[in-house]
């Protein structure tokens, strides 16, 4: 249900609704009659399920006979309240709580804007709410689904006679991290780095795939797949448009690099989850030397490589 209703199913339920009788109570100098019939005392069973405005609520909506059955239980509101919930269905759970929040908005507008809402515009509000309330859920739901698609996402092998170069940049301290594997998937050579320089992020992931391409030409690897979870610096390598800030130079750099060695060989955008052999060590580079050369599966990676 809408978390305002659950939040005020729980606040009835706790007796922790500042109704006159409450208030009364508490040393509040106020009348105790109920704001909405002016006939009887305003605690919440009164106003929630005796009074004759919601009981029509009710009635229009046909929980009146499940309702009235336990409210004459003469038990306290907050029993009353799970009695109430036992013989409801999921549905109707729902529907009474958003019932009661709106019975309460009803009262509060009447004594502090003196608005009258009529017993159908309660019905018709709350029947609005959830209907919009739900469509939002099932809506966040297929984004779910489509998400959940993405996150399954899943680092694969290279073709045969090609390297895969995956890289990482984190904010916080500069790391950047290469990992360099085989078309068996294995690791074949791993380099992180840190440092403290002053660089937005998407300089900072055009610095590691620099760093890459330039690492990868030294240890004479050719046929690489450069794979980084930076859309936007993935985009501008493969433009023809020239970037005049930092960002561009460093990305011309790539590209003159890349073109003066790599045959068969491309820059590829891939998301987080599957880069996430690079993203793991590029967090773990504050813990070693400056600049780390691996040749063997690390602790951090284990359980996912």
Same mark, same amino acid.
């Given at each position: 249900?809408?978390?305002?209703?659950?939040?005020?199913?729980?606040?009835?339920?706790?007796?922790?609704?500042?109704?006159?009788?409450?208030?009364?109570?508490?040393?509040?100098?106020?009348?105790?009659?109920?704001?909405?019939?002016?006939?009887?005392?305003?605690?919440?069973?009164?106003?929630?399920?005796?009074?004759?405005?919601?009981?029509?609520?009710?009635?229009?909506?046909?929980?009146?006979?499940?309702?009235?059955?336990?409210?004459?239980?003469?038990?306290?509101?907050?029993?009353?309240?799970?009695?109430?919930?036992? !013989? @409801? *269905?999921? /549905? &109707?759970?729902?529907? %009474?709580?958003?019932?009661?929040?709106?019975? $309460?908005?009803?009262?509060?507008? +009447?004594?502090?804007?003196?608005?009258?809402?009529?017993?159908?515009?309660?019905?018709?509000?709350?029947?609005?709410?959830?209907?919009?309330?739900?469509?939002?859920?099932?809506?966040?739901?297929?984004?779910?689904?489509?998400?959940?698609?993405?996150?399954?996402?899943?680092?694969?092998?290279?073709?045969?006679?090609?390297?895969?170069?995956?890289?990482?940049?984190?904010?916080?301290?500069?790391?950047?991290?290469?990992?360099?594997?085989?078309?068996?998937?294995?690791?074949?050579?791993?380099?992180?780095?840190?440092?403290?320089? !002053? @660089? *937005?992020? /998407? &300089?900072?992931?055009? %610095?590691?795939?620099?760093?890459?391409?330039? $690492?990868?030409?030294?240890?004479? +690897?050719?046929?690489?797949?450069?794979?980084?979870?930076?859309?936007?610096?993935?985009?501008?390598?493969?433009?023809?448009?020239?970037?005049?800030?930092?960002?561009?130079?460093?990305?011309?750099?790539?590209?003159?690099?890349?073109?003066?060695?790599?045959?068969?060989?491309?820059?590829?955008?891939?998301?987080?989850?599957?880069?996430?052999?690079?993203?793991?060590?590029?967090?773990?580079?504050?813990?070693?030397?400056?600049?780390?050369?691996?040749?063997?599966?690390?602790?951090?990676?284990?359980?996912?490589?």
């Amino acid at each position: 249900m809408p978390p305002k209703a659950k939040t005020f199913l729980w606040r009835s339920c706790r007796n922790a609704l500042p109704t006159r009788i409450q208030l009364k109570d508490r040393g509040v100098n106020c009348t105790k009659t109920c704001a909405l019939c002016e006939n009887e005392d305003e605690d919440g069973m009164h106003l929630f399920f005796y009074c004759k405005k919601s009981r029509q609520c009710w009635q229009q909506l046909g929980l009146w006979s499940q309702i009235q059955q336990k409210a004459q239980l003469n038990l306290s509101f907050g029993v009353t309240m799970f009695e109430i919930l036992q !013989v @409801l *269905d999921p /549905s &109707e759970r729902v529907t %009474l709580a958003c019932v009661m929040w709106y019975i $309460w908005k009803q009262r509060n507008e +009447f004594i502090w804007r003196n608005e009258v809402m009529t017993s159908v515009a309660v019905r018709d509000r709350c029947l609005n709410l959830l209907t919009s309330w739900k469509n939002v859920q099932e809506s966040r739901n297929r984004a779910g689904v489509h998400q959940h698609r993405i996150d399954n996402t899943v680092w694969r092998k290279p073709d045969e006679g090609h390297f895969k170069c995956n890289v990482d940049f984190v904010f916080n301290w500069v790391g950047i991290e290469i990992c360099i594997r085989n078309d068996h998937g294995r690791l074949v050579k791993a380099i992180t780095s840190w440092s403290a320089p !002053v @660089l *937005d992020v /998407s &300089e900072g992931e055009a %610095l590691s795939l620099l760093y890459a391409i330039r $690492w990868a030409k030294e240890q004479n +690897f050719n046929k690489v797949i450069f794979e980084l979870d930076s859309k936007r610096v993935v985009d501008s390598f493969h433009s023809t448009r020239n970037d005049v800030f930092d960002l561009g130079a460093i990305i011309r750099e790539c590209r003159n690099t890349f073109s003066s060695f790599f045959t068969n060989s491309r820059v590829e955008f891939i998301r987080r989850q599957a880069n996430e052999v690079a993203h793991r060590l590029a967090r773990a580079v504050i813990f070693y030397a400056s600049i780390h050369y691996f040749t063997v599966l690390r602790d951090c990676i284990q359980d996912i490589y």
